[in-house]
């Protein structure tokens, strides 16, 4: 993701991109799946206090540029998305991958047909197993 184009994503969501918040997208980007305060003690390295990054993800979750999710040992995680999310969650190692294609516009053109529904996006959130997971739980 070049600086430039994360910068327009920011704006066109009507949201000032400052490098305290392309920080906080960039390190849920990078390793999704984090808790914030988790995110906080990576960018504290770099200088960026606690309460910045808890504004930062409020301001980018608003937009929709974060999408946050319940995680299985009940903490609520984040990832970082440009158009929209599908995230595939493990319950046991909590690990989670996030897929790059998107399957549902059919599915969308289906429910505008089936249901007079106007869809402007979605979220899809998979929860189950991991392929490591499920070979660990084999030996
Ligand atoms: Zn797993
Ligand atoms: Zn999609």
Do not use: N
Request: proline share 3%.
């Amino acid at each position: 993701m070049q600086l430039l184009e994360l910068s327009r994503a920011f704006r066109t969501r009507g949201v000032r991109p400052t490098p305290q918040r392309e920080a906080v997208w960039r390190a849920l980007a990078e390793r999704p799946g984090r808790t914030v305060r988790e995110v906080a003690a990576e960018l504290s390295a770099l200088g960026i206090g606690q309460a910045t990054v808890y504004r930062a993800v409020r301001a980018l979750e608003d937009v929709g540029l974060l999408v946050r999710f319940a995680a299985p040992h009940g903490e609520v995680r984040y990832v970082a998305v440009l158009e929209h999310a599908h995230l595939l969650v493990c319950e046991r190692c909590g690990d989670v991958e996030t897929l790059e294609e998107c399957e549902l516009d059919a599915y969308e053109a289906q429910l505008h047909q089936r249901r007079g529904f106007a869809a402007s996006g979605h979220t899809l959130i998979v929860y189950g197993t991991c392929a490591r997971c499920q070979k660990e739980g084999r030996e």
